[in-house]
């Protein structure tokens, strides 16, 4: 059974730059069917799809994010990690990693986890 | 970039009736549409894929239809346990896209 697993500090301070993991497990993250990718969630709010990373290095980002993300794929840890940059209050939200197949949706999810900026 | 809107915002229904939720694209993403369902506290999961394939797992009493712009997500016999947020996402296209969510809350 695939599992996806965040990790990474669950407080940031403003300006400073989010950085989480994905730790892939029970299947490998050099498939060639699948994208993996990272969706938000502010506190009481709606999904934001953040960006995708194929397993080659392609990435495809949100406009509204793409100068501050960035996102990158560790094929020997089966690992995937995002990072955004100059963080504001804004940022805060749950933050999912999840597996996209371009025929089906994001099928598989993390439990997500709570990031919040504050000083 | 695609535009997915989802209504109503929030859905009153009594247990045992029927639910039906829609999403609007600006534009068409074929059949390219999937729906989740979010329980507080949990992460999404996915419901239905291709617009009107149910994912592994899932009831009948869940089904999808449309294609192009135009997409229905409907329940058809609501149970305490589908009392959810469900959002509809576009896959066709870079950027993917979420609608803004439907509420299904009981009456």
């Known amino acids: 059974q695939l599992q996806l697993q965040e990790s990474g500090p669950g407080l940031v301070k403003p300006s400073e730059t989010l950085s989480l993991t994905c730790t892939v497990s029970?299947?490998?993250?050099?498939?060639?069917?699948?994208?993996w990718g990272w969706i938000r969630q502010p506190p009481g709010k709606g999904l934001e799809w953040i960006g995708s990373?194929?397993?080659?290095?392609?990435?495809y980002y949100n406009p509204s994010l793409k100068s501050r993300v960035t996102i990158s794929v560790d094929t020997s840890k089966n690992q995937f990690s995002l990072k955004l940059s100059s963080v504001t209050a804004a940022d805060t939200a749950v933050y999912y990693c999840?597996?996209?197949?371009?025929?089906?949706?994001?099928?598989?999810w993390g439990q997500g986890t709570l990031v919040t900026v504050s000083s | 970039e695609i535009v997915m809107t989802q209504s109503p915002a929030t859905l009153s229904v009594s247990p045992g009736e029927r639910a039906t939720l829609s999403c609007r694209a600006s534009?068409?993403?074929?059949?390219?549409l999937a729906w989740y369902q979010q329980k507080p506290g949990q992460a999404p999961r996915l419901l239905i894929y291709?617009?009107?394939t149910r994912a592994t797992g899932i009831p009948a009493r869940f089904s999808g239809s449309g294609s192009g712009t135009e997409f229905t997500l409907t329940i058809s016999s609501l149970q305490s346990e589908d009392f959810a947020v469900y959002y509809c996402?576009?896959?066709?296209?870079?950027?993917?896209?979420f609608g803004q969510g439907t509420k299904v809350e009981i009456k």
């Open positions: 999840a597996r996209l197949i371009m025929w089906l949706g994001l099928d598989y």
């Open positions: 029970g299947g490998s993250i050099s498939s060639s069917s699948y994208y």
């Open positions: 990373i194929y397993y080659s290095g392609s990435t």
């Open positions: 534009q068409s993403v074929s059949s390219n």
């Open positions: 291709g617009a009107s």
């Open positions: 996402q576009q896959y066709n296209n870079w950027p993917l896209a």
